[in-house]
């Protein structure tokens, strides 16, 4: 365990629907992330957040909403999604001054869009 | 456009051999250089950093960087069935992206007994 938590692992949701996927670090860390993997594609980042603020939308569509009501957890609302955002999306988190960077991943949400 | 490289592989050895993964990257001021492991349907797992020229070791791990040549290098000794992964390259590339990592797409790795 890397000390991420992420919830759901798993969800299947329709085009329609309105879902949130949440992220929570207990390693206190300021700085947290959403990433998305798909088949054969590098990791994308999608959103950074330091100190609550978000720092870079790495241009997402505006159906992917991201919430930090703090610095320890982080959420990714979904609305009006399509097939082709079926993907596992990792949170991470890292410290948010100098050092190296070095993020921890969670587990991962592994999402269909159906 | 920054860019990080990988061999997609995959790259197989027989077990207790040395396996051998490379990553380039194409922004000269990259700083700090990444290794994550990444297990089927689990998420990444940092293995190794490294941020000056030269090697860096860990156990059976030891990452090389030259910066000049823009290379960073992971060598797995004593290759296991359970380094059986795909491996990722990640570089945090400056100014301004202090919290940014660019991913490669990854190598698989295979460790046959």
């Known amino acids: 365990e890397t000390g991420v938590t992420q919830t759901p692992r798993h969800l299947v949701m329709g085009m329609t629907n309105k879902k949130s996927l949440k992220c929570e670090q207990h390693?206190?860390?300021?700085?947290m992330y959403w990433y998305k993997q798909s088949a054969k594609k590098p990791l994308e980042l999608m959103f950074v957040y330091n100190f609550k603020e978000q720092t870079e939308n790495n241009s997402v569509p505006s159906r992917f909403s991201p919430e930090c009501p703090n610095s320890s957890h982080l959420f990714l609302h979904l609305h009006t999604l399509q097939p082709e955002d079926s993907a596992l999306y990792l949170c991470?988190?890292?410290?948010?001054?100098?050092?190296?960077?070095?993020?921890?991943f969670g587990p991962g949400t592994r999402l269909t869009v159906l | 456009q920054k860019e990080v490289e990988q061999n997609s592989g995959p790259l197989s050895v027989p077990e207790g051999a040395i396996a051998s993964l490379n990553c380039t990257y194409s922004?000269?001021?990259?700083?700090?250089f990444f290794w994550y492991r990444q297990y089927s349907g689990k998420s990444p797992e940092l293995i190794m950093f490294?941020?000056?020229?030269g090697d860096k070791e860990d156990g059976r791990f030891t990452a090389q960087l030259n910066k000049a040549s823009q290379y960073v290098s992971l060598l797995i000794r004593d290759s296991q069935p359970s380094d059986s992964a795909t491996y990722l390259c990640?570089?945090?590339?400056?100014?301004?992206?202090?919290?940014?990592?660019?991913f490669g797409k990854g190598t698989l790795l295979t460790v046959n007994p």
């Open positions: 390693l206190g860390h300021n700085a």
């Open positions: 990640a570089v945090k590339v400056p100014p301004g992206s202090n919290y940014k990592l660019t």
């Open positions: 490294i941020y000056s020229n």
């Open positions: 991470a988190s890292s410290r948010s001054s100098g050092g190296g960077n070095e993020q921890f």
């Open positions: 922004d000269r001021g990259s700083q700090s």
